[in-house]
């Protein structure tokens, strides 16, 4: 079965940009979740989508905001880019909402 | 707010040691996750407890959910380089689904 899948994997953008990341859940997941991965931070939640209605959100600007299609694929968008954004965006993917996530490779994304 | 709390955050040991990475909170988790995540790639699930006062094992590694499930305790017998990466604890509780994360123990063993 295959895993999560995350596109890009890297990403350069400049501030004042936007960007727009994309999640393919394992195969009959419905719940999909991401998150920010930054050296200071840690992993921080962001937010959560489940049949295409998000069901959970952490505590972020509203720059950031996200959706789930009617396949299960989400995506999450970033809009006008601040340098402190760059960091290792992580979806992870579960079965149903349970609490066991499994995550996909992450997404690079570098602010200049 | 539920924080969790790992300790050690750096750890640096010798092929074959053993070693202990704690995962601690005042708050009450349904269930309680580890992960090892190695550098730019996600976090790859290792054990997922959910009953206070469990204990599992995955070869090398026993986990243990404390009684109370506030607390969880990872330890490695016979620590091999394979076995570097960061440590993570993430901890889940009732009907919401998220999951809080502590920051993590960056393990390296040494040949």
């Known amino acids: 079965k295959a895993g999560v899948t995350q596109t890009p994997r890297y990403l350069i953008k400049t501030r004042g940009q936007q960007v727009t990341l994309s999640c393919s859940p394992i195969?009959?997941?419905?719940?999909v979740s991401w998150y920010q991965q930054t050296p200071g931070q840690g992993l921080q939640f962001l937010f959560e989508?489940?049949?295409?209605?998000?069901?959970n959100k952490g505590n972020f600007p509203g720059r950031f905001s996200g959706r789930q299609f009617s396949n299960s694929r989400s995506e999450m968008n970033v809009s006008t880019l601040e340098l402190g954004d760059s960091a290792l965006y992580l979806c992870a993917s579960s079965l149903f909402r349970a609490e066991t996530q499994y995550f996909g490779p992450g997404t690079r994304l570098t602010v200049l | 707010t539920q924080l969790l709390e790992q300790s050690p955050q750096f750890l640096s040991i010798q092929e074959g040691e053993n070693l202990t990475v704690y995962c601690n909170s005042s708050s009450v988790f349904s269930s309680l996750q580890w992960y090892r995540q190695e550098p730019g790639e996600g976090p790859v699930l290792l054990v997922t407890?959910?009953?206070?006062?469990e204990v599992k094992k995955l070869k090398r590694l026993t986990f243990q959910f404390g009684d109370a499930r506030k607390d969880s305790s990872l330890h490695i017998t016979a620590a091999q380089p394979g076995d570097t990466g960061l440590y993570l604890c993430a901890g889940a509780g009732g009907s919401n689904y998220k999951l809080t994360f502590g920051k993590g123990t960056l393990l390296t063993v040494n040949p």
């Open positions: 195969s009959g997941h419905r719940s």
């Open positions: 407890v959910v009953t206070g006062g």
């Open positions: 989508y489940f049949s295409e209605t998000q069901r």
